[in-house]
């Protein structure tokens, strides 16, 4: 049974930085694209950051509104991605959830309905 899982989030001041964990079980999941959300409270679900992996190379890719401040990155042998943040502001605040996707494998995609698993979602909360 596949199961992707969030920790990490918490409360930070605005400038601050927290780091996200997405570990997903299963089965191995290392040229499987990965991806990480977030969804304010009233606003839709946006996409954050993805990566993919072909083997040899990673290949990030990230929202306009992160790119610079938040780093993706993955360990193939824990099957665990991480979402890095820095810099934080308050309009970074929401739940953020990790998904997983069975069918892209060495691409990923920032249209969440490509992603088939998703975690619970974790709270981050930026104050001003």
């Known amino acids: 049974q596949v199961q992707v899982v969030e920790s990490g989030g918490g409360s930070v001041q605005a400038g601050g930085s927290l780091r996200l964990s997405c570990a997903a079980s299963?089965?191995?999941?290392?040229?499987?694209?990965m991806g990480w959300f977030r969804q304010a409270p009233g606003k839709e679900r946006d996409f954050v950051a993805a990566i993919s992996w072909n083997g040899v190379y990673t290949r990030s890719y990230y929202a306009d509104s992160v790119n610079g401040r938040f780093t993706i990155s993955r360990d193939n042998v824990k099957n665990t991605v991480y979402l890095q943040m820095n810099s934080l502001k308050p309009e970074d605040m929401a739940v953020y959830y990790c998904a997983l996707s069975l069918t892209m494998k060495n691409s990923a995609s920032a249209d969440a309905s490509e992603y088939d698993y998703w975690g619970q979602g974790t709270q981050v909360t930026v104050a001003s």
């Open positions: 299963g089965r191995t999941f290392s040229s499987n694209a």
